[in-house]
């Protein structure tokens, strides 16, 4: 079983900072690319930014420049550091990782997600 969780979430005044964490844990083989997306009300889930296992990134337009992806492969744990928080940026964080798992036989790779965190800036 595999399993992710997130912390960091909480509410902060427009300009301010936060920091996301999420931290894989159970039977894990190896974990390729880790990403974290965000939904707000009434709109679609959609990707902040992601980063392989070798350490390439990618960033949404809306928040590069302000947010900085990284992970710490022997804690098997992705970041999300949030600088220059709009009311924007209010939304439900998703932490995702694809994760490869031993069976006995092989490995297989499934595509996790995380409870949720929320993110509130205030104006």
């Known amino acids: 079983q595999v399993q992710l969780v997130e912390s960091g979430g909480g509410l902060v005044q427009a300009g301010g900072s936060l920091r996301l964490s999420c931290a894989a844990s159970?039977?894990?083989?190896?974990?390729?690319?880790m990403g974290w997306y965000r939904q707000a009300p009434g709109k679609q889930r959609e990707l902040v930014a992601a980063i392989t296992s070798g350490g390439s990134t990618n960033y949404a337009d809306y928040v590069k420049g302000r947010f900085t992806i990284s992970r710490d492969n022997a804690k098997n744990t992705v970041y999300l550091q949030m600088n220059s928080l709009k009311p924007e940026d209010t939304a439900v964080y998703y932490c995702?990782?694809?994760?490869?798992?031993?069976?006995?036989?092989?490995?297989?790779?499934?595509?996790?997600w995380g409870q949720g965190t929320q993110v509130t800036v205030s104006s």
């Open positions: 159970g039977s894990i083989f190896s974990i390729n690319a």
């Open positions: 995702n990782a694809f994760i490869s798992v031993f069976d006995g036989v092989t490995t297989l790779t499934y595509d996790y």
